[in-house]
């Protein structure tokens, strides 16, 4: 399916995954939005256009907290003020800290489950009605595998994982037969930012070396290996192509947990 004159709204995608997701949309020439609290760097978009740093030239920059109902109300409008109809949305937008337990504080708590889960919410919201009254649609939820297993001392990330795929299948199925589409993506270990500061905060409190400690967390994944933004980015364009609907599609494609 062609995207050509599609307005894509990706969220958190000024670098990382949701960069390469909206790069990987733009060269398939939808007309891109970014909503982010940082603003990224523009580039010239090519089809050898790396995905790991800079920007979509062209694209449509908003800046918003995705916790803010106000924030996300105002930024979509500019975005549709620019674009046009929001066709498409991607929820990028994340944060992880990982913690015992009983180190976990409210505080920690209530901003990794704000920001994961209440903004998947809020922006699904924003495009959800004109989605449907436009009778197309496609909302893909960016996961985890840690959405659909457990691990430790990143319960509060999980809990907010959990609730985005349990949040995709139940709008999944309330828009069953509108011609809008809400999946998931579920990324084990990926190579972006969270993971470097997840490596240098293990070496850091373990001792352990770089090279080890990437090779644990790779051994973590389905795969057995960190995954790339690449990778991601292409699953979401499944996604955004086809009509399967409420599906948690583990990335890379084709890989089982168990």
Known sequence: ???????A???????GIGLAVAQRLAQEGARVSIVSRSTPQRVTLSPSTSLRTGSV??????????CNESEIRAAFQACRD????????VNNAGIVESSTLGRTSLEMWDRIIATNLTGTFLCTREVFAEMTAAKWGRIVNVASTAGLVGAPYISAYCASKHGV???????AAEAAG????????????????ILRNAVANITAKTGRDE????????????????????????????????????????????????
Request: proline share 4%; glycine share 12%.
């Open 178 to 193: 509108t011609g809008v589409t809400v999946n998931a993506v579920c990324p084990g270990y990926t190579e972006t930012d």
């Open 82 to 89: 620019a674009n046009g109809p929001i066709d498409i949305l």
């Open 1 to 7: 399916m062609s995207l050509a004159g599609k307005h």
């Open 165 to 171: 795929v349990g949040f995709t299948r139940a709008v």
């Open 57 to 66: 030239e062209g694209s449509f920059h908003a800046t918003a907290d995705v």
């Open 211 to 258: 090279e080890e400690t990437r090779r644990l967390l790779a051994a973590s994944n389905p795969q057995g290996r960190i995954a790339t933004v690449e990778e991601v980015a292409e699953a979401v364009l499944i996604l955004v192509n086809g009509s399967q609907t409420g599906e948690a599609m583990i990335v890379p494609i084709g890989e089982a947990l168990y």
């Open 9 to 15: 709204i990706v969220t958190g995608g000024s670098r």
